[in-house]
């Protein structure tokens, strides 16, 4: 059974950072592309960066510059370093494994 469990959102103002985390487990990880995905209010579901499994990433274009995808194949785990954070980067956010499989997704809400 695949899991994907995601941490480390929460509230943040603007121009701060958060750092979320996905623990992956039931799936070959080393062998998976990883993703993260978000999803804001009244929005459809966009990808925001990807990574593959060799540890290429490519990011949509409204997030370059501020967002790193990164991966520990050592301990299964994703991450998202999200900087410069603004008010549009409010979502959920959801950790997705080799195109098929979703995390339960975690809010990120950049407020003052």
């Known amino acids: 059974q695949v899991q994907l469990v995601e941490s480390g959102g929460g509230l943040v103002q603007p121009g701060g950072s958060l750092r979320l985390s996905c623990a992956a487990s039931g799936i070959i990880f080393s062998f998976s592309t990883m993703a993260w995905y978000r999803q804001a209010p009244g929005k459809e579901r966009e990808l925001v960066a990807r990574?593959?499994?060799?540890?290429?990433?490519n990011y949509v274009d409204s997030v370059k510059g501020r967002f790193t995808i990164s991966r520990d194949n050592a301990k299964d785990m994703v991450y998202l370093q999200m900087n410069n954070l603004g008010p549009e980067d409010t979502a959920v956010y959801y950790c997705n494994a080799a195109g098929r499989y979703w995390g339960q997704g975690i809010l990120v809400t950049v407020s003052e």
């Open positions: 990574i593959t499994n060799g540890g290429s990433a």
